[in-house]
């Protein structure tokens, strides 16, 4: 067996236990989750929709402490802000396998959040988060934003283009994918299902979709696994993300 096929029992790579890893894994969401309670009646005062609290708190909180972590590790790894050695999974993959395997993901995907996620993020709200205030309901209420400016939306797609479909998946990936997933590699093929259970949960601000997002997600985290390349984790994330953000744009620029 060559090294690169037996990195996942990854020698050499620290792994952590598993309420260790349930921590790491969900102790940003909640600081995400805080900050948007704390900032969204801030949001609301400004003109703009509750759901630009939850953009900013992944450029000041998402972005600072995930990244931040890592370069943490990496300098005590490498005596210098690297990810060397602390985000792993960067094995080589020919360009085409990036169109074989991502393409049936990304499509999956699409039928998850595009017909699967509505009806199903409905059944949970009303069963179970009725009590929940109109505002928190990020995305989930989209006739809310029709009591909105157009410069308002608009600040608010552009946020979401660039933070939740771009920068902060990146970011995700590197945490998720690259760092947390190899440590758990000592459970073989419950790692990915692990992560993925414990990614979506991470999820604070959205429980009524964490069936929607194991579902969507779960592929996704297991073809990483399988061919140990955070890249493809990485393109599809953003592809998904930055869908939802454009088509958001472009609902925002076609109004009146």
């Not at 984790?233 to 939802?244: D, E, P, Q, R």
Request: net charge positive; aromatic share 16%.
């Amino acid at each position: 067996m060559t090294q690169s096929r037996a990195n996942h029992t990854e020698v050499g790579v620290e792994q952590h236990s598993l309420a260790q890893s349930i921590v790491l894994h969900l102790l940003p969401g909640v600081l995400i989750t805080l900050f948007y309670f704390a900032t969204a009646p801030v949001a609301g005062e400004l003109g703009l929709p509750s759901v630009t609290a939850l953009f900013a708190a992944i450029a000041v909180i998402l972005i600072p402490f995930e990244l931040g972590y890592l370069l943490y590790n990496g300098w005590k790894r490498n005596g210098s802000f690297s990810l060397q050695r602390t985000v792993l999974f960067r094995e080589h993959m020919p360009w085409w396998l990036y169109a074989v395997l991502g393409l049936p993901v990304f499509a999956w995907m699409g039928v998850v959040f595009m017909i699967i996620a509505a009806p199903l993020n409905t059944i949970f709200i009303d069963r179970l988060f009725t009590w929940v205030p109109d505002w928190f309901f990020v995305f989930g209420r989209t006739e809310q934003l029709a009591q909105y400016s157009k410069s308002a939306l608009a600040i608010t797609a552009v946020l979401n283009l660039i933070f939740n479909g771009i920068a902060g998946p990146v970011v995700e990936e590197l945490y998720f994918r690259g760092y947390l997933l190899p440590r758990l590699s000592r459970l073989k093929g419950w790692a990915p299902l692990i992560n993925t259970l414990l990614f979506s949960l991470y999820h604070f601000f959205t429980p009524w979709q964490n069936l929607t997002r194991i579902l969507a997600f779960g592929p996704m985290v297991y073809a990483v696994w399988w061919k140990q390349n955070i890249y493809l984790g990485i393109i599809l994330h953003c592809a998904g993300n930055t869908v939802g953000a454009i088509g958001m744009l472009a609902l925002v620029f076609a109004s009146k």
